[in-house]
């Protein structure tokens, strides 16, 4: 399995950013997929999350803010950001996990930069 991140970039407060995440390998639908992102400094944090059944959940700092989507003919995930804060600055990993052999897999990470 293999991930690749795209769609960081440079951006001001309050802007917007759609991030993807190709996954090619294994089968996508079955597995849970993650969009975590690491500070400077920081320990690797969860934004949000999308089980292979469609539930979502986010970290309270982002949400109403982030809306994470999947498109399962594509093998992508999508993590759409707006209302951008500087405190939102970080590298943002892809993550596949599957529930049932626990097998995981990251991204290399697309930076996100939010300038005030």
């Known amino acids: 399995v293999q991930l690749v991140e795209s769609g960081g970039a440079l951006v001001q407060a309050g802007g917007s950013l759609r991030l993807s995440c190709a996954s090619s390998?294994?089968?996508?639908?079955?597995?849970?997929m993650g969009w975590y992102r690491q500070a400077p400094g920081k320990a690797r944090e969860l934004v949000a999350r999308?089980?292979?059944?469609?539930?979502?959940n986010y970290a309270d700092s982002v949400k109403g803010r982030f809306t994470i989507s999947r498109d399962n003919g594509k093998n992508t995930v999508y993590l759409q950001m707006t209302g951008l804060k500087p405190e939102d600055t970080a590298v943002y990993y892809c993550?596949?996990?599957?529930?049932?052999?626990?097998?995981?897999?990251w991204g290399q990470g697309t930076q996100v930069t939010v300038s005030s």
């Open positions: 999308v089980t292979s059944t469609g539930n979502q």
């Open positions: 993550n596949q996990y599957h529930p049932i052999w626990r097998s995981s897999t």
């Open positions: 390998g294994g089968i996508f639908s079955a597995n849970d």
